[in-house]
């Protein structure tokens, strides 16, 4: 997989937006970007993925770079509550193939390799 | 909810001694991970099964660590002759075949070795 590069921590107003900034600049054709956060002492949450086109959903935006080299995760109105750390992962979906590469080898489950992540602290 | 669950939430435990572990996934997911985190670190993948199948295992899964996933359901996770080192939040997280395989964690077991 892929390696990526975050920021160690970040810091936000609560109800500005948080833009956390991830750099893949090895990605292949069938990764996909995928985003977790975790709050202290609980589990992993999934917030979003994508491959190359911008992806919204309920948690949060995420913008990819056309060369696909880096992305944007984008919480519109951060809250205390979205203090955690973010981590940026790099994945192929091997569920379903690409469609960047759709002769790239599909099925089998695959690990997801966290880094350190960003802090992001949102304050008042 | 119908998250996926793990019990215990904390355990303490001697040097040497033998721990288990479980995990029960979302119900319809055929894929079960297991990681290990320990402070200040990301998780660290251990292990993975598909159905009850275990397809893949981690460098870090020694000798003393085993799993299973007997029914294709829940998972259990042993460690046998816990060292210190083992201390660590374990991670249990499913995924299915049907979507693109984003993996949803459970809340964790907190080891502490004394």
């Known amino acids: 997989d892929a390696k990526t590069t975050q920021p160690p921590s970040m810091d936000c107003a609560e109800g500005r937006a948080a833009n956390l900034p991830c750099n893949h600049s090895?990605?292949?054709?069938?990764?996909?970007v995928y985003w977790y956060r975790q709050i202290h002492s609980q589990g992993p949450q999934y917030i979003i993925h994508g491959l190359k086109n911008n992806e919204t959903n309920e948690m949060a935006s995420l913008i990819i770079t056309e060369d696909r080299k880096s992305s944007t995760l984008i919480l519109p109105h951060a809250t205390l509550r979205d203090t955690a750390v973010y981590y940026c992962i790099v994945r192929v979906a091997t569920t379903t193939s690409s469609a960047l590469e759709p002769d790239a080898p599909t099925g089998g489950g695959n690990k997801l390799t966290f880094g350190t992540g960003t802090q992001l602290k949102v304050e008042l | 909810d119908t998250g996926v669950s793990q019990d215990p939430r904390h355990k303490i435990t001697k040097r040497g001694q033998n721990v288990t572990f479980r995990c029960d996934p979302i119900?319809?997911?055929?894929?079960l991970y297991w990681y290990r985190q320990t402070l200040g670190q990301g998780p660290e993948f251990l292990t993975y099964f598909q159905n009850e199948a275990q397809l893949e295992k981690s460098r870090l899964l020694s000798d003393r660590f085993s799993a299973e996933r007997p029914k294709g359901s829940f998972s259990t996770l042993e460690i046998q002759r816990t060292e210190q080192g083992d201390s660590a939040m374990y991670l249990c997280a499913s995924s299915s075949t049907s979507g693109e395989d984003e993996q949803y964690f459970g809340p964790g077991t907190r080891l502490t070795v004394t």
């Open positions: 119900s319809e997911h055929n894929r």
């Open positions: 090895t990605i292949s054709g069938n990764e996909y």
